[in-house]
């Protein structure tokens, strides 16, 4: 099973950065195969606002010379994706959602009647693992509504897992929180240990 993490954080080492390293300790514990991605170290150029081009040209967005298709074939080539980042504002960073706007061409539409005729991220499994300040886990309410609509209602992704740890600010914080890590180890190594695909 290839398991792919996207870490949308800017700090390394920071509180969504280790709870996504035991995530996916849980997951190599099953014999899974875990890659992690540092989305900031990529390069993603903003959307253009060109969707209706993208949908209907292949490589649309190949004029762009930067880490998308390196990171779409990665998605593909992946039984489960892992998204964990902060949160920030009340939303996922944008970096996260700049990743997810050029994600768009993943999709082929038929223009004319509007209906999708492929969709590489179709039926990908999910996880989104949260962070944030307040200790209060309101605040990772909206965020993972704005996940939900966009990897589940817009790429027809599965969301099978989510987890969400709140009171945390500086990195190193999140070591306090030791159940929460333990959850996390625990959550990777059931999701992967379930799979069939591995
Ligand atoms: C620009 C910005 C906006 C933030 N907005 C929120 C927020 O709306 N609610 C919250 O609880 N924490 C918020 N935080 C705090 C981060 O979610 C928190 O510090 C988190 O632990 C950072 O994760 P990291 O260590 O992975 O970078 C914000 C931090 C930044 C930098």
Not at 61 to 74: E, F, G, P, V
Not at 92 to 100: G, L, Q, S, V
Request: some cysteine; overall charge negative; hydrophobic content about 40%.
């Amino acid at each position: 099973m290839n398991v792919l993490g996207f870490m949308a954080s800017p700090r390394k080492g920071g509180n969504s950065d280790v709870l996504l390293d035991r995530f996916l300790e849980g997951a190599r514990s099953q014999g899974a195969q875990a890659e992690k991605i540092y989305l900031y170290d990529c390069s993603i150029e903003y959307c253009q606002g060109c969707h209706l081009r993208c949908w209907s040209t292949p490589d649309c967005c190949s004029r762009w010379q930067d880490d998308m298709h390196m990171l779409h074939d990665k998605m593909i080539a992946s039984d489960l994706l892992i998204f964990s980042s902060p949160v920030y504002m009340g939303t996922p960073p944008a970096k996260m959602i700049a990743f997810f706007e050029r994600s768009i061409d993943q999709k082929r539409v038929n223009l004319e009647t509007l209906t999708v005729e492929s969709n590489t991220l179709r039926g990908k499994k999910a996880v989104v693992l949260q962070v944030n300040f307040f200790n209060d886990p309101a605040y990772q309410r909206l965020p993972l509504s704005v996940y939900e609509r966009i990897l589940a209602e817009i790429f027809g992704m599965t969301i099978i897992g989510s987890l969400g740890v709140e009171g945390v600010a500086e990195p190193g914080d999140i070591a306090g929180k030791k159940a929460a890590l333990q959850e996390a180890y625990n959550l990777g190594a059931a999701l992967c240990g379930s799979c069939d695909s591995r």
